[in-house]
């Protein structure tokens, strides 16, 4: 499946949009996941965020969404050290419909971030905190594990990084 793909800030997104991208997370993250936890943290607002929408229906539906954020911060439990904009690109919040899993959207989605972080915003480093079980699926996209896994929400992570194309490791 090819969704149809939005880049935007925030700040262009509209209500519907926001609406429909904070559902989702909602109900995979917090509601599937049973993990309350803030997920509102004054990060989409510096954001650029993907949009992935089902092809096939006359509305627009929102089956999944990752954020970029300038810099790689240490996550809440990681001990890893900051990066600073110019160094880094962190992808964040990735989410799948629960409807659209086993179509392989996941990895569509990353591969779009991968490329819009190459072609657009030139940091050497691509950082994200995945869930320890994930491990493998972002190795295939060549993340390693940096670092020792920790608890974020009470979930178990490791911060991944990958260097960006054309950049020596």
Avoid at 29 to 54: K, M, S, W
Wanted: glycine share 10%; hydrophobic share 40%; with cysteine.
């Amino acid at each position: 499946m090819t969704p149809h793909f939005l880049w935007a800030p925030f700040d262009t997104l509209t209500g519907r949009q926001v609406h429909d991208l904070l559902r989702l997370r909602q109900d995979i993250f917090i509601v599937e996941q049973n993990c309350p936890y803030p997920d509102i943290d004054g990060r989409d607002p510096t954001a650029e965020h993907l949009l992935a929408f089902d092809p096939s229906g006359k509305v627009r539906t929102l089956i999944g969404a990752l954020r970029l954020l300038d810099g790689a911060a240490a996550p809440h439990g990681s001990s890893l050290p900051a990066l600073p904009a110019d160094q880094a690109t962190t992808i964040g919040r990735i989410v799948v419909d629960a409807a659209y899993r086993g179509v392989k959207l996941g990895g569509t989605l990353l591969a779009e971030a991968i490329r819009q972080i190459e072609v657009t915003r030139h940091t050497p480093t691509l950082q994200l905190s995945a869930q320890a079980h994930l491990q493998g699926f972002y190795g295939r996209y060549g993340f390693t594990a940096v670092g020792e896994e920790y608890l974020e929400d009470g979930i178990p992570h490791v911060d991944m990084r990958r260097q960006a194309a054309g950049v020596a490791a």
